[in-house]
């Protein structure tokens, strides 16, 4: 594999690890809140994150 080669295939991947960490992030805001609004509508609720 020439240098440039295995440079981009770097930066491909860089893109794609913080691509994958904004969505992990994202997904437990979602989560979080769905999780919320699950236990306002319950008066018992003993589930939390």
Not at 1 to 19: F, G, H, N, P, V
Request: glycine share 0%.
């Amino acid at each position: 594999m020439k240098i440039t080669e295995s440079r981009r295939a770097d930066k491909e991947l860089r893109e794609a690890r913080i691509r994958l960490r904004e969505l992990e992030k994202e997904f437990i805001r979602k989560d979080k809140t769905l999780s919320e609004d699950y236990c306002s509508d319950q008066q018992d609720c003993h589930f939390r994150l």
